[in-house]
């Protein structure tokens, strides 16, 4: 198959493109390295830099697409909450623009990369699909409107439609930004270096964390599983996780105690987030298949990555 990675250079994108390259497949990317880097992709894959909301760029890059996965976003909760416009313009014009560019040119299927945070606080767990969303940052409210553009045009131009709401992913070589660093390769790196991290809160909020390689494996069978057609499907672990359990795991995988520091003055956010998976395995057969534990293992022995 032809695919076109959005935001491929990313975290998540550059794991997905790289597996699809080693299975035989043609990938072009298309990023403008806002936060992603190019060093880590395959030599195979066909990087292009640019802006997901360029339409004449895209149109070039549509050219004998068979799937599109729409990865390019920003993607901070508490820098929405700073840049809300810009959030809008990226993560909801990127999805119109691609929309719009795929009319044109005539692609089959696009996939999006959805999140978990669009359920927020929910008054059970773990969380379905039909939840009512409950937003409480920009970042997502403009998935849930990039989902709901997403689905709109794809009905209307008659395009295939799938979003993943992804929960925690995390794995080797995701970024470790100085202004909202994602808490498993953060704390690594803390524990690894001077051995004290702070945690948010008392530390019993829990989450959902999944391994990049099951994100990778269910964006790839949502490209060309049946049934799918504008579905939203969780993808997760389907564990919870809390954040001082997440420490524990750490501690024994490195073998060094940590000194943890409790900042209660700053919330830990929701208290609870985890995955119901049953859309996803009736769906996709989607089964994730690495453990915290292996997962953490696998994230210690990558070099941490900084911007
Ligand atoms: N990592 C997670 O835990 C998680 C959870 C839920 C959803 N997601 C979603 O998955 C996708 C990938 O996330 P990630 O963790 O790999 O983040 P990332 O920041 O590593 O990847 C996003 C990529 O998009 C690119 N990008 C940003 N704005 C762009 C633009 N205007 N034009 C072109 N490219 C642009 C960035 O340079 C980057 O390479 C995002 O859509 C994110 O919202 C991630």
Same mark, same amino acid.
């Given at each position: 198959?032809?695919?076109?990675?959005?935001?491929?250079?990313?975290?998540?994108?550059?794991?997905?493109?790289?597996?699809?390259?080693?299975?035989?497949?043609?990938?072009?990317?298309?990023?403008?390295?806002?936060?992603?880097?190019? =060093?880590? !992709?395959?030599?195979?894959?066909?990087?292009?830099?640019?802006?997901?909301?360029?339409?004449?760029?895209?149109?070039?890059?549509?050219?004998?697409?068979?799937?599109?996965?729409?990865?390019?976003?920003?993607?901070?909760?508490?820098?929405?909450? !700073?840049?809300?416009?810009?959030?809008?313009?990226?993560?909801?014009?990127?999805?119109?623009?691609?929309?719009?560019?795929?009319?044109?040119?005539?692609?089959?299927?696009?996939?999006?990369?959805?999140?978990?945070?669009?359920?927020?606080?929910?008054?059970?767990?773990?969380?379905? &699909? &039909?939840?009512?969303?409950?937003?409480?940052?920009?970042?997502?409210?403009?998935?849930?409107?990039?989902?709901?553009?997403?689905?709109?045009?794809?009905?209307?131009?008659?395009?295939?439609?799938?979003? !993943?709401?992804?929960?925690?992913?995390?794995?080797?070589?995701?970024?470790?930004?100085?202004?909202?660093?994602?808490?498993?390769?953060?704390?690594?790196?803390?524990?690894?270096?001077?051995?004290?991290?702070?945690?948010?809160?008392?530390?019993?909020?829990?989450?959902?964390?999944?391994?990049?390689?099951?994100?990778?494996?269910?964006?790839?069978?949502?490209?060309?599983?049946?049934?799918?057609?504008?579905?939203?499907?969780?993808?997760?672990?389907? =564990?919870?996780?809390?954040?001082?359990?997440?420490?524990?795991?750490? &501690?024994?995988?490195?073998?060094?105690?940590?000194?943890?520091?409790?900042?209660?003055?700053?919330?830990?956010?929701?208290?609870?987030?985890?995955?119901?998976?049953?859309?996803?395995?009736?769906?996709?057969?989607?089964?994730?298949?690495?453990?915290?534990?292996?997962?953490?293992?696998?994230?210690?022995?990558?070099?941490?990555?900084?911007?």
């Amino acid at each position: 198959m032809r695919y076109l990675i959005t935001g491929g250079a990313g975290f998540i994108g550059s794991h997905l493109a790289n597996t699809l390259v080693r299975r035989g497949h043609a990938v072009r990317i298309l990023d403008d390295l806002s936060s992603g880097e190019r =060093e880590h !992709l395959d030599a195979a894959v066909s990087f292009h830099r640019g802006d997901v909301r360029d339409l004449p760029k895209i149109w070039s890059l549509l050219q004998n697409v068979d799937c599109v996965f729409h990865l390019a976003a920003r993607v901070s909760v508490s820098e929405s909450i !700073l840049f809300p416009r810009d959030y809008n313009d990226v993560n909801v014009g990127g999805t119109v623009s691609l929309m719009e560019a795929m009319r044109v040119i005539g692609v089959k299927r696009v996939v999006l990369a959805s999140s978990a945070t669009i359920y927020g606080e929910q008054p059970r767990q773990p969380v379905h &699909e &039909e939840m009512t969303p409950n937003p409480l940052a920009p970042y997502a409210v403009s998935k849930i409107a990039a989902e709901h553009y997403l689905f709109t045009l794809g009905r209307l131009y008659g395009i295939e439609t799938v979003a !993943l709401r992804i929960f925690n992913a995390y794995g080797p070589g995701q970024t470790i930004s100085p202004s909202h660093p994602p808490v498993i390769p953060h704390f690594l790196h803390q524990i690894l270096g001077q051995g004290s991290v702070v945690i948010h809160g008392d530390g019993n909020q829990t989450r959902d964390f999944v391994y990049v390689d099951d994100v990778v494996e269910a964006l790839i069978t949502a490209s060309n599983a049946k049934w799918v057609n504008r579905q939203i499907i969780n993808i997760g672990s389907g =564990e919870e996780t809390s954040i001082n359990k997440l420490v524990e795991v750490m &501690e024994t995988i490195i073998g060094k105690k940590a000194n943890v520091l409790y900042n209660d003055q700053q919330s830990g956010g929701i208290p609870r987030l985890v995955a119901d998976l049953g859309r996803a395995r009736r769906l996709l057969g989607y089964l994730p298949k690495t453990t915290l534990v292996e997962g953490i293992r696998e994230t210690t022995t990558g070099t941490p990555r900084f911007r």
